[in-house]
């Protein structure tokens, strides 16, 4: 059985109990890729590619700074690959705040043998992605072999913690979804979906734009860089949109960080990200960031 990632365990506070990882169809329905499942190592970031297998992976916060607010993780990589191990190490981090983190392993459309075909994939992918968002075209609209999975899954996860809530301490009405990149499109689908599936937060780092915006969609915390080369006004237009919608959201568009930035200290004004969204959820009663550190004796 997969474990948490060895790479994390010694980059961050380990003030979280690893979980198994749990299938979201153990009945076996996603058809397997004609690619194996595998791991490749990309400008320093781990990514998995040819998934087909979906899962959730659980970091838990110990017992004592536990509040019942639980988030997905769903990770970037052009729904071609998963930038894996920048969100594991963001679902410590989540831990760390009394959070139950949930990194959504998602299926992604087969990629090449060599991994490293990855980025000229993802950014035409991307486009295609773009221009679904500039006309509006249905969020169940398919668009290319792949991205209806991933959203699929994210519905399923959603479904899972809503129904078991009670066997991983959470609270059904404080679920949230944090998507990178192509995650954030996968969030954004279901921040304007059915009630069912919908969370109860969403955050987009540096994508997932959605037209039309429902009044019913989920609060949303955005973030994104001015220097993005990928996505350089999307996160502006669904701050818009979400106004529009009368919906609460909140906007932090960087000087500087580029496309997907994560926890990984750049020495540019995204490194603060982290900090900015923690403040955010603790403004909507999910988290206590104050309470947590005096749990931690800071």
């Known amino acids: 059985m997969l474990r948490t990632l060895a790479l994390c ?22 058809a397997p890729l004609n690619r194996p499942e595998s791991r490749d190592r990309i400008e320093g970031e781990i990514f998995v590619f040819n998934v087909s297998a979906p899962t959730l992976e659980i970091v838990r916060p110990t017992d004592a700074t536990a509040n019942g607010t ?68 249905p969020a169940e609209a398919p668009i290319f072999a792949g991205e209806p999975s991933a959203v699929e899954d994210g519905r399923r996860a959603m479904s899972l913690l809503r129904e078991g809530a009670a066997d991983w301490g959470i609270d059904p009405a404080k679920i949230g979804l ?14 304007i979906g059915d009630a069912e599936t919908r969370p109860d937060f969403v955050a987009f780092l540096y994508g997932g734009l959605r037209t039309p915006v429902p009044a019913h969609a989920s609060p949303a915390f955005i973030a994104a860089a001015a220097d993005d080369a990928f996505l350089p006004d999307d996160s502006l237009r669904i701050y818009i949109a979400w106004g529009e919608a009368d919906v609460p959201a909140e906007l ?47």
Do not use: C
């Open 178 to 191: 944090l998507g990178f990149s192509s995650g954030a499109f996968l969030a954004a689908d279901l921040a």
């Open 70 to 137: 639980a988030v997905i993780v769903a990770p970037g990589g052009g729904f071609v690959g998963l930038a894996y191990e920048q969100s594991m190490a963001v679902a410590h981090r989540l831990a760390d705040l009394g959070i139950t983190a949930f990194v959504l392993k998602y299926r992604t459309i087969e990629s090449p043998d060599d991994g490293m075909h990855m980025p000229e994939v993802h950014v035409q992918e991307m486009n295609v992605l773009m221009q679904r968002a500039e006309t509006g075209q």
């Open 9 to 30: 365990a010694f980059l961050l506070p380990m003030t979280a109990m690893a979980d198994p990882v749990i299938p979201l169809y153990p009945d076996g329905r996603a």
């Open 252 to 298: 932090h568009v960087y000087q500087n960080g580029g496309h997907g930035f994560g926890l990984e200290p750049q020495g540019k004004a995204s490194d603060h990200w982290f900090e900015d969204f923690a403040a955010w959820l603790q403004t909507n009663g999910l988290t206590d960031i104050h309470q947590h550190r005096s749990l931690q004796g800071d």
